[in-house]
């Protein structure tokens, strides 16, 4: 059996990571935390297997300590204040601030 090429792998371990954060928001949209926080974990393990960079909007979805599901009200807060984005998860205590508005210089 060939091997796939590297790129190829990278592709679909992409591919894999945005079915897997799908999944964690569905499934916590129906209360179903648990499934969300596997697919969470799975997510991390490909993303670091492969060394693939989440884009933000996927960062935001769970806490970088204790990697599990930020769902609004209920495992994270979030808050905005001086053009900043405070997301608090409510599991570890971690708090992460995303500067808002902001144009990049160059």
Known sequence: M???PKEDAKELAEERIERLLETAETAA????LELANTCIEKAWAIKLKFRI?????QKKLFCKKCLRFLADGK???FRTRDKKL???????GYVSRVPM????QG
């Open 53 to 57: 960079r989440m884009r933000p909007d």
């Open 2 to 4: 060939k091997r796939i």
């Open 101 to 104: 508005g902001q144009k990049k």
């Open 75 to 77: 495992t994270g807060r």
């Open 29 to 32: 949209a129906d209360q179903d």
């Open 86 to 92: 405070t997301i608090t998860c409510l599991n570890c």
